[in-house]
């Protein structure tokens, strides 16, 4: 028996690879849910994601294991709207938007420089391979995406407008501490690609993944509490009632600090995490299908969007929902943090103060792990037992895409074993 221990993305795409081979598995979650960091709750006709979350058209991992249009893809419009010094700047992406060139080319959130050298970068991440830039996440001469970009010669204005806003919010990282490989691949990933959210909110990706399975092969509300290991080879696993389930194999599809636990390894000193502040409007602040980048070092919102200018459906008639993303584990309560936000976006859009209702506040403590530069010099679980597989986020930039990718590489390893 294959025993994939986590039903997140990772575990989802090996049970889904295994299933297609005719390979039996049992795939067990200790939520009472599969899709582990992809999240939905639905309240009063609103749908609540738990964190800001995009899949992109550029993400070729997807189609493998999702039929996308099945999931009523709702397209953001590629760019967004910079708010800096009590103006709103539209930045377009030209290679999606050529027209709107012009306008990039002349707005005032940053200089001709600036543009010049963005277009100069965007060509050189667009020419390179995904495992190329990748590829720089491990090299000795990697930097932080800020070292990098004052390197490369951008503006203190293009980094406070722009790239601490948009890739802040993106990496989950407003200091742009993480490594500079891992922000030129999702550079030329947004560049080439467009975001999407299912129609019925981030969870129904996972959710569709989960219901293409036999319904035996899953089991929620299962946690496993240890690994049974004789003579350095995997029999199965110990769950937390103490049923012990035996396994030739075990996908350990995980995140980080819990294949480290079950590993019996020391545990990584950091990770992301973000709170995500909802609020429902009669009135619609903005009209425009893109996010909304406040200028950092103004405020705590890295990011918001009225996402219902995307997915109506996110919503009940009548009703705008808006997302707003904050940084780190705020100390405020839920109540100030609320108020906070709500005063930052009204300092953009004046009608958002009287029309802004708070709905929910969501935290997400461990969200990504850190992600420094050379992060992916190290390699985590180096000598596993025979049998034992590790996939997950953590592999190599954590995204949706390298989580599918990394449950898929686990299945491919098992059916096409290297070990006796
Ligand atoms: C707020 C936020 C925003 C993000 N934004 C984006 C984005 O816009 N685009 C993008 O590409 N990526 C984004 N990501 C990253 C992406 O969601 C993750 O990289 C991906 O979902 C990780 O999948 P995974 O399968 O590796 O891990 P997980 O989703 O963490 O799955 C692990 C599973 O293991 C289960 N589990 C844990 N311990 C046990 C145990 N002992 N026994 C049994 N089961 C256990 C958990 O319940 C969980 O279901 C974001 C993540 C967050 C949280």
């Known amino acids: 028996m294959i025993v994939i221990v986590g039903a997140g993305l990772a575990g989802l795409a090996c049970a889904t690879a295994l299933q297609r081979q005719g390979k039996p598995f049992l795939l067990l979650d200790a939520a009472d849910a599969p899709g582990g960091r992809l999240r939905t709750s639905h309240r009063d006709g609103f749908t609540l994601d738990h964190g800001f979350q995009v899949v992109l058209s550029s993400y070729s991992a997807v189609a493998k294991v999702v039929d996308i249009p099945a999931l009523k893809p709702r397209y953001f419009e590629s760019g967004a709207l910079l708010a800096h010094g009590g103006r709103l ?20 959130a940053f200089s001709l420089r600036d543009k010049l050298l963005l277009g100069a970068l965007v060509t050189r991440t667009v020419m390179s391979s995904d495992s190329l830039l990748l590829a720089r996440c491990a090299r000795r001469d990697d930097l932080s995406t800020q070292d990098f970009l004052r390197r490369f010669g951008f503006s203190a204005f293009f980094v406070s407008r722009f790239a601490q806003p948009f890739f802040g919010g993106v990496l989950l990282d407003g200091d742009l501490g993480t490594s500079a490989g891992l922000f030129l691949y999702y550079l030329k990933k947004f560049s080439t690609g467009r975001a999407w959210l299912p129609a019925g909110g981030i969870a129904a990706f996972p959710a569709q993944m989960a219901s293409a399975l036999p319904s035996n092969s899953l089991r929620l509300r299962t946690r496993v509490m240890a690994l049974d290991i004789k003579n350095e080879r995997a029999c199965g696993v110990t769950l937390k009632n103490g049923e012990h389930i035996a396994a030739s194999s075990i996908v350990l599809a995980l995140d980080e600090p819990t294949v480290c636990q ?122 596993l037992p025979t049998g034992v597989f590790a996939a997950g986020d953590w592999a190599s930039g954590a995204s949706i895409q390298s989580a599918i990718s990394s449950g898929l590489d686990s299945a491919h390893s098992i059916l096409n074993p290297l070990y006796p």
């Open 262 to 383: 079950l590993l019996e390894r020391p545990s990584p000193e950091r990770a992301r995490s973000v709170a995500v502040v909802y609020f429902k409007s009669r009135q619609s602040i903005y009209p425009n299908p893109c996010l909304v980048l406040p200028e950092s070092g103004s405020g705590l919102v890295r990011h918001f969007a009225q996402v219902t200018n995307v997915a109506p459906e996110f919503a009940p008639r009548g009703f705008h929902l808006i997302t707003a993303s904050v940084l780190g584990f705020s100390d405020l309560s839920d109540e100030s943090l609320a108020h906070a936000v709500k005063m930052e976006i009204a300092a953009i859009f004046p009608n958002a103060s009287a029309s802004l209702e708070y709905l929910e506040t969501i935290r997400v403590p461990y969200a990504v792990p850190a992600q420094p530069p050379r992060f992916a010099n190290r390699k985590p679980f180096p000598n």
């Open 89 to 108: 700047t539209h930045l377009a992406n030209p290679l999606r938007h050529p027209h709107a060139l012009v306008e990039d080319l002349t707005t005032t």
